[in-house]
Nanobody, 122 residues
């Protein structure tokens, strides 16, 4: 399995989703994993990341307190738990991997997975 984000779907406002980022080629916990999103007509933006030293960063004020990045070492995934979802969270969500420090800049990442659609709507 190459880098891939999964777990998206349609959810009502206030609901929750848990996205997973997996890649069987890498021990995910040894890398920095970034989560990004891109809404229609907008540029890709950094949402959050977690470093190899388990330090998490959240780049958008709008997701702080609602989103959590979690390393799932037994499953070799890095998950994005999203709670209290809002319509403005609607986007395609991507994960990306790199060996450096957490960054919200897409070009700092070496590999990208296919995204997963998250739609928040009643």
């Amino acid at each position: 399995v190459q880098l891939q984000a999964s777990g998206g779907g349609l959810v009502q406002p206030g609901g929750s989703l848990r996205l997973s980022c997996a890649d069987s080629r890498f021990p995910m916990h040894e890398y920095t994993i970034g989560w990004f999103r891109q809404a229609p007509g907008k540029e890709r933006e950094g949402v959050a990341c977690i470093s190899s030293s388990d330090s998490a960063s959240y780049f958008l004020d709008s997701v702080k307190g609602r989103f959590t990045v979690i390393k799932n070492k037994p499953e070799n995934t890095v998950d994005l738990q999203m709670n209290s979802l809002k319509p403005e969270d609607t986007a395609v969500y991507y994960c990306a991997i790199q060996k450096g420090t957490c960054s919200s800049t897409p070009r700092d990442y070496d590999y990208w997975g296919q995204g997963t659609q998250v739609t928040v709507s009643s």
